[in-house]
């Protein structure tokens, strides 16, 4: 049997009882103890914690993300870092930023639609067994049938629907869970594994500005669940849609959106194609925002797609003078392939 060890988080009242193959920061989030955190792969540095005492395992740390100097210091990423020992860290930055959060689970569900949306995207939508709590914009991990893969996918529903979730899925040419499960031999009717919530990129309280939300492809799916959490609870005095794709076949959910913004006079939808001439705006989706706003000082935005495109946007929103700690955004990035995966996924 794996050894348990107990983690001390300064600041936070209750211990955790941490497996030696568990990473602190899922017992934490297993726990309802918050520590900051966006991608749990290791890449994107939010979850540095500090180790005052005892012994760890960094595991696949890479060094891009947690340098050499910084192990030496002390430093390790949470969602990476097994413990050795019983331990004693301490988060980086504030841990307790008045949020509600919500509980970290594994889930089983059943596959009740699994339709093409857009060129090579499905919408998965998973009816669960048990409910699941979630802030409008976090993400789940699906896990891969006969492997030990994650992959992760923001939850297009809005918290409300606590029992079906849905998602938006890009097919990755080579990709493990796309190619290799999800566009290949998942069908309705299937069970599926799953677990979360996961991630800090979330619409929760209400807002005193306008909302600008872009979406790069499958990205829009965060950004349908924000939008629909906003109006179900008034969150937002204006809310400002823009989904950019390449082609008018890139776009999906444009009647959905279409509708909200002829039923709301504070909703304004936007699609945006950067290689075709249509009726509707062309070019790329930030050059849209840009032409519409002259300023957008005292907005808030919400960014999901590309890395390219979520940095475009940021540096066009703070050109337009949004202030940056108001811009949240959460990156896409396509996983590492797996070379022996279709014969374990299949
Ligand atoms: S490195 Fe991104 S959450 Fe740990």
């Known amino acids: 049997m794996a050894d348990k060890y107990t983690v001390r988080v300064t600041g936070q009242d209750v211990d955790l009882t941490v497996g030696e193959d568990q990473s602190v920061l899922d017992a934490a989030l297993r726990a309802n103890q918050w520590l900051p955190h966006s991608c749990t792969q290791g890449t994107c540095g939010t979850c540095k914690l500090k180790v005052l005492c005892g012994e760890v395992d960094h595991r696949d740390s890479p060094e891009y993300t947690l340098t050499t100097e910084e192990r030496d210091s002390g430093l390790v990423l949470a969602?990476?870092?097994?413990p050795r020992s019983d331990l004693v860290v301490e988060p980086m930055g504030a841990?307790?930023?008045?949020?509600?959060?919500?509980?970290?689970?594994?889930?089983?569900?059943?596959?009740?639609?699994?339709?093409?949306?857009?060129?090579a995207t499905r919408r998965l939508v998973v009816e669960l067994d048990e409910e699941m709590q979630l802030n409008a914009g976090q993400y789940a991990e699906l896990l891969l049938p006969g492997t030990t893969l994650a992959r992760q996918y923001s939850m297009a529903n809005p918290p409300s629907e606590t029992r079906r979730l849905e998602f938006h899925i890009k097919l990755i040419e080579g990709g493990a869970a796309t190619e290799g499960w999800i566009f290949r031999s998942l069908s309705v009717g299937d069970r599926i594994s799953l677990r979360g919530p996961l991630g800090q990129f979330h619409l929760v309280d209400k807002t005193d500005g306008p909302v600008i939300l872009i979406g790069g492809g499958t990205g829009l799916a965060p950004l349908k669940s924000i939008v629909q959490h906003a109006l179900a609870e008034d969150l937002a005095p204006e809310l400002y849609v823009y989904h950019g794709g390449r082609r008018e076949v890139d776009l999906y959910d444009v009647e959905f959106f279409r509708e909200l913004d002829a039923r709301h006079d504070h909703v304004h939808y936007r699609p945006v194609l950067s290689e075709q001439d249509w009726d509707g705006a062309t070019g790329m989706v930030t050059d849209a925002v840009v032409a519409d706003f002259a300023s957008c000082k005292g907005m808030s935005a919400f960014l999901c797609g590309p890395p390219a495109m979520v940095a475009a946007a940021v540096k066009a929103l703070k050109r337009r003078r949004m202030a940056p700690k108001l811009i949240f955004k959460e990156e896409f990035t396509v996983a590492p392939p797996v070379p022996d995966v279709d014969a374990a996924a299949s």
């Open 95 to 119: 841990v307790d930023d008045g949020v509600p959060r919500h509980p970290l689970r594994d889930h089983e569900g059943t596959v009740v639609v699994l339709d093409d949306i857009a060129a």
């Open 79 to 82: 969602c990476r870092v097994t």
